[in-house]
């Protein structure tokens, strides 16, 4: 790309727009052109224009890791085909007899990538709820994965707290920070080695395309990370890292967005006869409430809560929303709602990390604050009537 804004000093808005492009200097084209070419013409032998093949390296996906680098205040960010496949790169810094902690509630696919595909392979995997970290490590364990906050129970953990916690034991802290984003948090500037997202989710944010996305300061596990993407090649395609960062330039309208609409839910929600338990770090209430003010900028746009008519009634309000859309995933423009315990989350049924089967969690989206609001009360009214 051409001529590129000197970022340094201005606003997350402002980066986010113009983070990793600049106007083509061949045509001023403002937004970054899909580089659709599989491979580069080589000046001579061994020397190229920075890109010899797609696999290695693209000039979409150059863009688009330069601006999610930026928002998370890393020197290196690697794009990824999804979410999972950023998560196995960074599993596979690990060798056989490393020994890793995983939190209780981590997402469902990231438990089972650790437990059935790296476990077998001489993997050392162990679930902690972090509150006596220091007890759950051992002298092998090299790795310390987080989510936060977590999915589905929306645990805030204190990332300085384990950051210090990991390093005194010489581990490797891995923030799985997807709930957040870069707009209510960057990790790494709270101690964390690796920021790990799905930009399926809140960066791509319209459920039009899979990726992942990793990024660290460290140069050596940045070696290590760049080898594995090419090595590997669970690489995203130009189109889709366009739709990324085309994505990323509303992140921070969309997310005030998704935060004040899920504060509006959870007004229902907290007032409604037919709900148990509200999970939302707004509350004055939840436990990570007095973290997540000091470490987010905001509360974050997903909602879980448990019935009182246990997972029949759990089940029913998912068939009765309108509105909320019966779906997978989460982050995008649109509301959705889902059964953790029978759809995301089903590959921990019977382990440490089962979710409870009465809680239901929401993706709010962008639509009328009211209009969620009704068509959740509806769901929950026929609960009770």
């Not at 061994?46 to 999610?68: C, H, K, M, Q």
């Not at 020994?99 to 997402?107: C, G, K, R, S």
């Not at 809560?305 to 009634?313: D, I, V």
Request: include cysteine; proline fraction near 5%.
């Amino acid at each position: 790309m051409g001529d590129r804004l000197e970022l340094s000093g201005l606003g997350f808005e402002t980066r986010a727009i113009h983070g990793g492009s600049g106007t083509d200097p061949t045509t001023g084209a403002v937004n970054t052109p899909v580089h659709l070419s599989s491979t580069f013409r080589q000046d001579a032998v061994g020397v190229n224009r920075g890109f010899e093949y797609a696999r290695s390296g693209n000039p979409t996906r150059a863009s688009l890791e330069a601006n999610l680098a930026e928002l998370e205040g890393a020197d290196f960010g690697f794009a990824f085909a999804s979410g999972m496949a950023a998560e196995d790169a960074v599993m596979r810094l690990l060798g056989p007899g490393d020994h890793m902690v995983l939190p209780t509630d981590a997402y469902g696919g990231t438990y089972r990538l650790a437990t059935r595909v790296f476990q077998p392979a001489g993997l050392q995997v162990a679930t902690s709820d972090l509150g006596a970290l220091e007890d759950d490590l051992r002298p092998n364990t090299k790795m310390v994965w987080i989510e936060t906050p977590t999915n589905p129970l929306l645990r805030v953990i204190d990332i300085e707290a384990v950051a210090e916690i990991a390093h005194h034991h010489g581990s490797l802290l891995v923030v799985d920070s997807t709930f957040a984003t870069p707009w209510l948090q960057q990790p790494l500037r709270l101690g964390a080695d690796i920021v790990v997202h799905s930009t399926t989710k809140y960066l791509g944010g319209h459920s039009d395309v899979v990726g992942g996305f990793t990024a660290t300061n460290d140069p050596d596990l940045a070696e290590h990370l760049g080898f594995l993407q090419n090595a590997v090649g669970a690489v995203p395609g130009p189109f889709d890292c366009f739709l990324v960062q085309r994505g990323v330039k509303t992140l921070a309208v969309r997310m005030e967005r998704h935060c004040s609409n899920a504060l509006a839910v959870v007004e229902l929600l907290r007032e409604h006869r037919a709900v148990e338990t509200v999970l939302h770090p707004s509350l004055a209430d939840h436990d990570g409430h007095d973290v997540a003010s000091r470490q987010m900028r905001g509360f974050g746009g997903i909602v879980s809560f448990t019935l009182s008519g246990g997972e029949p009634a759990a089940l029913e309000v998912c068939r009765r929303t309108r509105i909320f859309t019966l779906a997978e995933s989460l982050g995008a423009v649109e509301s959705l709602i889902e059964h953790p315990s029978r759809m995301t989350h089903a590959s921990v049924t019977g382990s440490s990390n089962e979710v409870p089967s009465d809680l239901v969690r929401l993706s709010v989206g962008l639509e009328t604050a009211d209009d969620l609001v009704a068509d959740l009360r509806q769901a929950l009214d026929a609960l009770v009537s």
